[in-house]
């Protein structure tokens, strides 16, 4: 919910997929071992994480639950796939598709082993795409330019409330930012990262 005005904003996942796709071919295989903002992931476990996350989120919006939805992600550290960077992308496109249809938003589904209403999902869904493609992009030198409608979904699912109090363990202690920072600036820094952070290699 908007905290603001009690409304859901409206959203899209493919802008946010479409950012994340068009990062992949600026990813050189050296680079793989490198850190990112995700202290237990270098690039490699990321990509991996970022996989595993859109084929149990696509399964969710299919309300197709199985193994998929049901593990949890900090079950193990993610392990890369060969072949990842021609299977992500369309990963990404039936991500996309499975949430454009009205049904995935009705309802209850379930990822990683957490069952919770469909529009909801949809709200984490683009939140970790958000998120994840933020630390992908600052891992390996590329720039990030996240539309404003997935930031502020992204911003509403970071920032506690008295109705929404965040998931402990989700996310790590907000980041001081000023008040008229950028926006990608607030919900990066409201979800524990450093807006300023770089890779030191």
């Not at 990062?23 to 270098?42: N, R, V």
């Not at 299977?87 to 938003?105: H, Q």
């Not at 984490?124 to 030198?141: I, K, P």
């Amino acid at each position: 919910m908007d905290k603001e005005n009690g409304t859901t904003p409206a959203f899209e996942l493919e802008p946010a997929a479409r950012q994340i796709a068009g990062l992949l071919d600026g990813i050189d295989d050296g680079c793989l071992t490198d850190p990112t903002p995700c202290p237990d992931y270098a690039v490699r476990e990321l990509l991996a994480h970022l996989v595993g996350l859109v084929t149990a989120f696509r399964d969710a919006g299919r309300k197709n639950l199985g193994p998929t939805t049901d593990t949890s992600p900090d079950t193990a550290l993610p392990v890369l796939p060969d072949g990842w960077r021609e299977a992500l992308p369309p990963l990404l496109d039936e991500l996309v598709a499975a949430w454009r249809d009205p049904a995935a938003r009705q309802g209850m589904t379930r990822a990683g082993g957490v069952d919770l209403p469909g529009e909801v999902a949809a709200m984490v869904a683009l939140n970790e795409l958000v998120l994840h493609g933020w630390d992908l992009a600052r891992s390996t030198g590329q720039k990030y330019e996240a539309d404003e409608a997935s930031l502020r979904v992204s911003l509403v699912m970071t920032t506690p409330s008295d109705d929404s109090p965040r998931p402990e363990g989700l996310f790590g202690p907000p980041v001081p930012v000023p008040a008229d920072a950028p926006l990608v600036d607030r919900a990066v820094a409201m979800s524990g990262r450093r807006p300023d952070w770089q890779p030191d290699r």
